[in-house]
């Protein structure tokens, strides 16, 4: 793989289609357009035009569009054809694509890696993009255009710039005391500012679970003993038959699980093996995989028909929020107590089920203000968040050690940082010393 190839790929999905649309880039855009169509469009202007192959055969007309570097997706020269979403059409135009010496169909993420190598996009924003295409839910669509649009990003480089500004005025220190316009002491003008920092990081990742949640969804194990209709609730909030539902006990053996869309969050329900005492080796390692699975739960669906369940006993060593279900309610009445449970369902009837989703909302996250989905999303956002945050602890408790230590730890914080969204370039820190002084005048 080379990046001075000009590329290509089928963008638009699955064909056929009423239109597809076909991406170039690199260098060697206007070559493509001038051998396919015999003209250039004018920059960003759509065009209809013939598109045809190096014998002159007409393959289709389509809207031909032409971005010329900088300002396209990649920063390189860009080229889109829309075109008919035929199978036949859309091979055709690929062929005579590749036909094209330094050309070459584009690698899995190419575009977008040529986008972060090219400056037009960063690493948070090009996660977002790939969420917001994947995403599946409305809250997903909504926490992936966040991020896609650089709003995050621009909250860490405002940080970023912080820590730029106390190593700026640290080195000025150091290198400029003798110069008049120059402060005798930082720790006035950059350590509170730096104490709010790590209390500002502190906070955002103290969000981080609310992300993962909205991101990868709410994760919510159905449990209990067997029989109890875990398989059946899981088959009726899908609404189709995803596990196998019989009177036998042990039937489930393996996890299974349903994605579900409530209140545009994303809920992902796993059904898991019944939890009893048993000599089945298989049976065993269903039990032992539910446990498991529990440990990851966000919440756990506790699921009995029998006259008084010891809940605490299938609950085992889990002790996160559980939401105690009696299930076929549409049977003969019980001597169950309401302290005894949370809601009670019928997958046959449909009753409490409306109840149960309602109790199962009321663990989502609230998002209600405007800023709310400024949110770390992935592992490895909170693992270099929380290490430019002790980098900037480690500078404020070393005030005896000098001011150069101080300097070091907030210049790895600020590596730390820069490594969220790829930005790890040394700053010129006289730069912005010069900015902010009139020192040599």
């Not at 790929?9 to 015999?38: D, F, M, N, Q, T």
């Not at 349903?258 to 992902?268: P, Y």
């Not at 390692?285 to 756990?300: F, K, P, W």
């Not at 930005?423 to 010393?433: A, G, P, S």
Request: with cysteine.
């Amino acid at each position: 793989m080379s990046s001075k190839d000009t590329i290509f790929a089928l963008s638009s999905g699955g064909l056929p289609s009423g239109v597809a649309v076909i991406r170039l880039s690199g260098s060697r855009c206007v070559v493509a357009l001038s051998e396919l169509c015999g003209r250039i469009p004018a920059a960003r202007r759509a065009s209809l035009q013939s598109i045809r192959d190096r014998n002159g055969e007409k393959l289709d007309d389509g809207l031909v569009l032409h971005f010329p570097a900088p300002h396209s997706f990649t920063g390189e020269d860009c080229a889109e054809l829309q075109i008919h979403g035929g199978r036949a059409v859309v091979k055709a135009v690929l062929a005579a694509l590749a036909g094209i010496p330094g050309l070459r169909q584009a690698e899995a993420g190419e575009f977008s890696r040529r986008a972060f190598l090219n400056g037009r996009m960063d690493l948070v924003e090009v996660e977002g993009l790939a969420d917001l295409i994947a995403a599946e839910t409305e809250m997903q669509r909504r926490l992936a255009a966040e991020q896609a649009s650089g709003a995050l990003s621009r909250l860490y480089d405002s940080w970023a710039k912080r820590l730029t500004h106390a190593r700026a005025m640290i080195e000025a220190e150091l290198d400029f005391a003798d110069e008049d316009d120059v402060p005798g002491s930082v720790a006035a003008t950059i350590w509170a500012d730096m104490q709010r920092l790590t209390q500002e990081i502190f906070n955002h990742l103290a969000e981080a679970r609310i992300g993962e949640i909205v991101r990868d969804g709410l994760k919510v194990v159905i449990a209990g003993p067997p029989n109890a209709g875990k398989s059946s609730l899981l088959n009726h909030l899908a609404k189709r038959d995803v596990a196998i539902v019989t009177d036998v006990p042990g039937t489930t053996r393996d996890i299974l699980h349903v994605d579900l869309d409530l209140s545009g969050f994303a809920v992902r329900l796993y059904d898991t093996a019944g939890l009893r005492e048993t000599s089945d080796i298989v049976e065993q390692e269903g039990i032992r995989r539910t446990h498991l699975s529990m440990v990851d739960a966000d919440l756990v669906l506790l699921l009995s028909d029998e006259e008084h369940p010891d809940w605490s006993r299938l609950a085992g060593s889990y002790d996160g929020p559980v939401i105690r279900t009696r299930t076929k309610a549409d049977k003969a009445e019980s001597a169950w107590t309401q302290e005894e449970i949370d809601v009670t369902i019928s997958v046959r009837s449909g009753e409490g089920i409306a109840a149960l989703l309602d109790r199962i909302g009321q663990y989502l996250p609230d998002l209600e203000t405007g800023s709310a989905l400024s949110l770390p999303t992935r592992e490895r956002h909170s693992l270099h968040l929380a290490a430019a945050r002790e980098q900037v602890i480690q500078a404020l408790s070393a005030d005896t050690a000098g001011l150069d230590i101080q300097a070091e730890h907030l210049r790895l914080a600020g590596q730390a940082l820069g490594r969220v969204t790829g930005r790890v370039d040394v700053e010129n820190l006289l730069d912005v010393i010069f900015s902010e002084f009139c020192i040599g005048k």
